[in-house]
């Protein structure tokens, strides 16, 4: 799970994002502003990634549509969905605004990683292959990767989301950033100990 915290006035917004290995990932909605406070929101939707050979990958998106909140006009409407991961536009603005498809294609069609300069922010990129190398050694070895559950009808409880909490701005701003991240890691905490998805069931 990746925890983001931002201020937004009086409020901080948490943003999780998950990735359930082996190839599920799950995104909180991009409609968010953080300017009305609201408890956990659930993702608005699941990709499923499948590897077809070295350079190439399935990519299955889900979109998940509220039928209590208003869904903007871009994210139900088929004519302007887009097709996976696409260049944003001139490449002179893709340099200077960089988004997911530039950090995804700068890395060529296969990575070297030892070409990589990482720093203290891409903390989550190594976790993340190291977990994947995990999985790859356990199925060599002829044990199930770690992950989603293959057993029939176990619900596997997720965390994706946005939740905005009222929390004014500490004195200074070193005190801001702890307080933010702290309420980022407690949001965290009491939803892995009792998943909002899960209730009722």
Known sequence: IYVATRRVGDNVWA?????????????????ETGRREHPFSGPMMTRWLVPIDDTNTLFIELRHLSET????????????????????????????????YEAQV?????????LEHLSAT???????????????RAVRDGHPPAGLCPDEGVVVPTYCNNTVVRLPEAATEAADK?????????????????P??????
Do not use: C
């Not at 700068?106 to 030892?114: E, F, N």
């Not at 891409?122 to 790859?136: A, E, K, L, P, S």
């Open 178 to 194: 702890k307080m933010m991240r702290d309420a980022g890691l407690k949001l965290a905490k009491s939803y892995l100990k009792a």
């Open 106 to 114: 700068s890395q060529r069609p296969i990575a070297v990683h030892g």
């Open 122 to 136: 891409d903390r989550g990129i190594t976790m993340f292959r190291n977990q994947v190398r995990r999985g790859i």
């Open 69 to 100: 909140e208003e869904n903007p006009p871009w994210w139900v409407d088929r004519e302007q969905m887009m097709p996976g991961q696409v260049s944003m536009g001139a490449y002179e603005d893709s340099q200077r605004h960089p988004g997911d």
């Open 15 to 31: 943003r999780m994002v998950e990735g359930i290995l082996p190839n599920l990932q799950q995104v909180a909605p991009l409609s």
């Open 196 to 201: 909002p998805l899960m209730a009722g069931r």
